[in-house]
């Protein structure tokens, strides 16, 4: 896959396919054609589970980004994306997802001043209740 990342202008629409720099859509799509789907797969759960960690405080800049509302809306999207992707891949990605699903569905009921009810935190409609 390609580190490129599309140009945009100071609008932020994307630049035209011919700015220098840029790529063009095609070449965009033949990069993205070669990956297997279970790498995107895999790549999305894990800027899911990033991004839910830094909104939950635990990352090294800690209270400075934690927002608990945003925090739970990634939670649930990673939740969900895990369970429609069970049958498409492998144990072998799948069984560490998932550890890193309930370890952050822990750390979210840690940090909530009023925890949710078992079965109803965060992605729990997938996974059932998490329990400590």
């Not at 297997?36 to 209270?63: F, H, Q, R, Y």
């Amino acid at each position: 896959m390609s580190d490129t990342i599309p140009s945009t202008d100071s609008q932020g629409s994307p630049g035209s396919a011919d700015s220098p720099g840029s790529p063009g859509f095609d070449e965009m799509a033949r990069d993205i054609a070669e990956v297997p789907a279970v790498e995107v797969i895999v790549t999305v759960a894990v800027n899911l589970m990033s991004a839910a960690a830094v909104k939950l405080g635990l990352t090294e800049g800690g209270d400075e980004h934690k927002d608990l509302d945003e925090a739970r809306k990634l939670v649930q999207a990673l939740a969900g994306l895990l369970d429609a992707s069970t049958t498409e891949i492998s144990s072998f990605h799948a069984a560490p997802l998932r550890d890193g699903l309930k370890s952050l569905q822990l750390a979210f009921r840690e940090a909530s001043l009023v925890p949710d009810e078992p079965g109803q935190g965060p992605g729990e409609k997938y996974t059932g209740p998490v329990f400590g």
